[in-house]
């Protein structure tokens, strides 16, 4: 079985890499390019994270929004399919939180 | 500018932590396919430049150019998200402590409430206390402040192009059909992985974020505890509890050090250093009060060095521990809330709380496998009920933080001759060392 991986907000999370592409395949299924592309820079900088209360946070949140849009613009650049790499952050994303809940729930069952 | 308490609480409250903790994973999954897809690149690039004449020379050159570029980027993305969670680390932790200290002032406030009639200063105490809360918080906004200031991910550098005018390399034609399956450190010649939590190029998940919960592991028997992260210690959001997952031991209140033997022996009285028994002794005895034991009771059964009896300021050393506990307890279910809605992870309470209460670790009994007589399960329920029924269950074996020992106890009352062990099938040749001939 191949392995790929993905990170969850509790780390690292290894998966069988059939279920990324199946999960990547699944998401170009459902979601047309540009909405993959939105998708992927909400998660990547999502509005209102850093908050405004705390000094330095509208700076902050304001560089990532540069960063993301130059991600943006020089994948669009190189000519690379933001649609394609998107759907599988996306869905890498989506397998390594599951299954970090799954198996942080096991864990804590005493592995039952 | 010096915000007030409830102030310093609210600006602290607005930050999103856990949105940044998210963001983060979601960068880093970004980096681990930029990172597989130029290794597929700079591959086809590899293949496409051996082969002769100058347009394929010319494309292995771009190819390659692109892998090189897409490695940067992922290098890049992935040092931003290291960023990113120590901003994130940061806020938790600053929202962790604003959490306590909203407790411990709001308990402040209650009890000059309470006293004031009888003791004019009591007010003006807890308005003190206040203060000195603000201070501390208004420190924590810096911290996060300067956490934020330390966060620039910079710019992308520019994409190779083709000086004619034409784009790179398509996505598809480099057949990223496993973008994120390849491990980690496998990448093609002259790239570099991304720098990941650890700052190992070899392998960017090679360790998890400092202080972040572990996701591989869990924390068995802890069901429904928070994680502190400014200790890394388990808090009993019913008790304020702490236990050291690291050490495997339980963690001193006054002195916030962990200590006692580790903690699958605590419930046993033998080979215990550093604590007292509850019911080991003079030391105990002679104290009289009671709160060591109530306090042992939670600590599987031994006493925290700070609370020992014979110390003579055991008393206000008791009630120093009782308060800190209820600020710690008090911020553990707030932030296990908060957690909750994030949809982090799901908070589950433990199901009971309170001196020589089995506290959150009650586990889940496993599901019956098909070949499994259901009598089984049914018997051993059937006789713990019974025992627990017969004798009142004493704290010892209630505070087992594994809960083996009630386990144990109850798989001692199998009944002799019960159909575990036996089966209405025939044995079939070869069994018990009827060896085929």
Redesign the interface.
């Known amino acids: 079985m191949?392995?790929?991986?993905?990170?969850?907000?509790?780390?690292?999370?290894v998966f069988d890499?059939t279920l990324?592409?199946e999960g990547?395949a699944q998401l170009r299924e459902q979601f047309s390019s540009d909405q993959l592309v939105t998708m992927?820079m909400q998660?990547?900088?999502?509005p209102?994270?850093?908050?405004?209360?705390?000094?330095?946070?509208r700076?902050?949140a304001q560089?990532?929004d540069?960063?993301v849009r130059?991600?943006e613009?020089?994948?669009g650049?190189?000519?690379?399919?933001m649609a394609?790499?998107a759907s599988?952050?996306?869905a890498?994303?989506a397998l390594?939180?599951g299954a970090?809940?799954q198996?942080?729930?096991?864990?804590?069952?005493?592995?039952? | 500018m010096v915000q007030s308490f409830p102030e310093a609480c609210a600006t602290l409250f607005e930050g999103q932590p856990l949105v940044l903790a998210s963001m983060a994973a979601g960068w880093r999954n970004f980096a681990v396919v930029c990172q597989s897809m130029a290794s597929h690149v700079q591959a086809t690039a590899e293949g496409v430049s051996k082969q002769h004449g100058a347009p394929y020379q010319n494309f292995g050159d771009r190819a390659g150019g692109m892998a090189k570029w897409l490695s940067d980027l992922a290098s890049q993305v992935g040092g931003a998200a290291e960023a990113l969670s120590t901003v994130s680390m940061t806020g938790n932790q600053a929202q962790w402590t604003a959490a306590e200290k909203q407790a411990e002032v709001a308990a402040a406030h209650a009890i000059a409430a309470v006293t004031a009639p009888f003791n004019p200063a009591a007010p003006a105490a807890a308005a003190a206390q206040e203060q000195q809360a603000a201070v501390v918080l208004n420190g924590e906004i810096m911290r996060w402040s300067g956490a934020y200031a330390g966060f620039t991910p910079g710019k992308v550098p520019p994409a190779p192009v083709n000086s004619t005018g034409g784009e790179g390399i398509p996505a598809q034609a480099t057949d990223s059909g496993s973008a994120a399956t390849p491990a980690p450190g496998v990448a093609g010649p002259g790239s570099n992985p991304p720098a990941g939590p650890s700052g190992s190029s070899a392998d960017p998940g090679s360790a998890d974020r400092p202080g972040s919960p572990d996701s591989t592991q869990g924390h068995p028997g802890f069901e429904g505890w928070v994680q502190d992260p400014r200790t890394g210690y388990l808090v009993d959001p019913a008790t304020g509890r702490e236990f050291d997952p690291t050490t495997g031991r339980w963690v001193d209140p006054i002195t916030g050090q962990p200590f006692g033997e580790v903690a699958r022996y605590a419930a046993r009285l033998e080979g215990l250093q550093g604590g007292i028994p509850i019911d080991g002794g003079p030391l105990f005895a002679t104290g009289g009060s009671g709160g060591g034991g109530q306090l042992g009771g939670l600590y599987g059964g031994v006493i925290p060095p700070s609370l020992v009896a014979t110390n003579p300021a055991a008393a206000q050393l008791r009630q120093t521990a009782a308060n800190s506990m209820a600020a710690r307890a008090a911020a553990a279910a707030s932030m296990a809330a908060r957690d909750g809605a994030h949809g982090l992870y799901p908070f589950v309470p433990p199901m009971q709380g309170g001196v020589g209460a089995d506290g959150g670790q009650a586990a889940a009994p496993r599901a019956r496998y098909p070949a499994e007589p259901r009598s089984i399960w049914a018997g051993n329920r059937g006789d713990a009920r019974a025992a627990a029924a017969a004798a009142l269950v004493p704290p010892l074996t209630t505070t087992t933080p594994q809960g083996h020992r009630s386990r144990r106890s109850a798989g001692q009352n199998y009944p002799a001759g019960e159909d575990v062990w036996t089966s209405d099938r025939p044995a079939t040749r070869g069994v018990l060392g009827d060896h085929p001939s």
């Open positions: 191949a392995e790929a991986y993905g990170y969850a907000e509790g780390g690292r999370v890499a990324l592409d990547a992927l998660t990547m900088a999502p209102a994270a850093f908050g405004s209360k705390i000094p330095g946070a700076e902050a560089r990532t540069e960063f130059s991600v613009e020089q994948m650049r190189a000519g690379l399919d394609d790499l599988r952050a996306l890498a994303g390594a939180r970090d809940l198996t942080r729930a096991a864990a804590e069952r005493g592995g039952r």
